[in-house]
């Protein structure tokens, strides 16, 4: 009997050792990202302060970089349209969902490449 009474107690602390270090692995994972526990609303916040209607390309870019932002610039020039657009997307943005999200900026420019309007979504990636 008193055997069996230590290898259940073995059992009980192993198992919230476990538990603990999954506990502190989560919260170091947390700290380490760039955004941490992010909404949209904030992001497009933070463009509003920052990136005003009229903002140049690099001015842009520049943003994106600094907050290490993934970016790409599309060029698309054809008869039917004319539109310039850098896309940039924060990845894996939400904790304790059962869906990946990420959020997707899209910001449009003018003729004259300066921006004419953003939009900040967010999209659903994967499990």
């Known amino acids: 009997m008193r055997k069996q009474n230590i290898i259940m107690a073995g059992t009980a602390v192993a ?7 999954a506990a ?3 919260v170091a994972y947390e700290r380490t990202r760039p955004w941490g526990r992010i909404a949209p609303a904030r992001i497009e916040t933070d463009i509003r302060n920052h990136l005003p209607i009229g903002s140049s390309r690099a001015e842009i870019a520049a943003y994106l970089d600094k907050k290490g932002i993934e970016h790409s610039y599309i060029s ?6 004319n539109s310039n657009c850098e896309v940039a ?3 894996n943005t939400a ?27 967010e999209i659903y990636t994967g499990p």
């Open 24 to 26: 502190l692995v989560g």
């Open 76 to 81: 698309e020039n054809n008869y039917a349209r």
């Open 95 to 121: 904790f304790n969902s059962p869906v990946r999200t990420d959020i997707q900026i899209h910001f449009n420019f003018n003729r004259d490449l300066r921006l004419a309007s953003y939009s900040v979504k």
């Open 89 to 91: 997307i924060i990845r």
């Open 15 to 21: 198992v919230c050792a476990v538990i603990a270090l």
